[in-house]
T-cell receptor, first 114, second 111 residues
Framework: NAGVTQTPKFQVLKTGQSMTLQCAQD?????MSWYRQDPGMGLRLIHY???????DQGEVPNGYNVSRSTTEDFPLRLLSAAPSQTSVYFC?????????????FGDGTRLSIL | GENVEQHPSTLSVQEGDSAVIKCTYS??????FPWYKQELGKRPQLIID?????GEKKDQRIAVTLNKTAKHFSLHITETQPEDSAVYFC??????????FGSGTKLNVKP
């Protein structure tokens, strides 16, 4: 099993550009989530989903959109990138439809906004 | 986030000594408390977790204790080894579906 796969691993954008960070899992997990990790601040929840067709906001949702059309995929969209969105982004998944289960993380996407 | 506070931010110990990292949380309804280890440039990986109906859990050299009344939980690593050097994160659930992470503790085990 591949587990949680994130693409791309690295990306550089200019301010105002848009892009989609991809996340896919092959463990049939219902719960998926996106975090950003900034130095000294741990991981902060951006958006999460408890199943296909269901998404909700986390701690820092502004500037990001998500959708969940299938159980396997949970893409994160930046509509108009800003330098403040420079960060490392992690996708995670867990079994069940609630968040109180062990999270399995992807390898992350390192994003720089110039 | 502010819902989970983690201390210390850095911890340096001699190989073979014990290391203790502490976290406090604000939501009395939190019921799941995982600990993650993150090596430089890698993904966070779960090392141990505890649920609110248990006071202590052990796995070889690693243990976690939970005090629900005081709303704090701690990670204990005994007989530390250089390969334990990493950043450790605690987390707590907010409601059913949200995780809040502590800001991390950089552990350095000196050989």
């Amino acid at each position: 099993n591949a587990g949680v796969t994130q693409t791309p691993k690295f990306q550089v954008l200019k301010t105002g550009q848009s892009m989609t960070l991809q996340c896919a899992q092959d463990m049939n997990h219902e719960y998926m989530s996106w975090y950003r990790q900034d130095p000294g601040m741990g991981l902060r929840l951006i958006h999460y989903s408890v199943g296909a067709g269901i998404t909700d906001q986390g701690e820092v949702p502004n500037g990001y959109n998500v959708s969940r059309s299938t159980t396997e995929d949970f893409p994160l969209r930046l509509l108009s990138a800003a330098p403040s969105q420079t960060s490392v982004y992690f996708c995670a998944s867990s079994r069940g439809t609630v968040g109180n289960q062990p999270q399995h993380f992807g390898d992350g996407t390192r994003l720089s906004i110039l | 986030g502010e819902n989970v506070e983690q201390h210390p931010s850095t911890l340096s110990v001699q190989e073979g000594d014990s290391a203790v990292i502490k976290c406090t949380y604000s939501d009395s309804a939190s019921n799941y408390f995982p600990w993650y280890k993150q090596e430089l440039g890698k993904r966070p990986q779960l090392i141990i977790d505890i649920r609110s109906n248990v006071g202590e859990k052990k796995d070889q050299r690693i243990a976690v204790t939970l005090n629900k009344t005081a709303k704090h939980f701690s990670l204990h690593i005994t007989e530390t080894q250089p390969e334990d050097s990493a950043v450790y994160f605690c987390a707590a659930t907010l409601g059913l579906n949200k995780f809040y992470f502590g800001s991390g503790t950089k552990l350095n085990v000196k050989p």
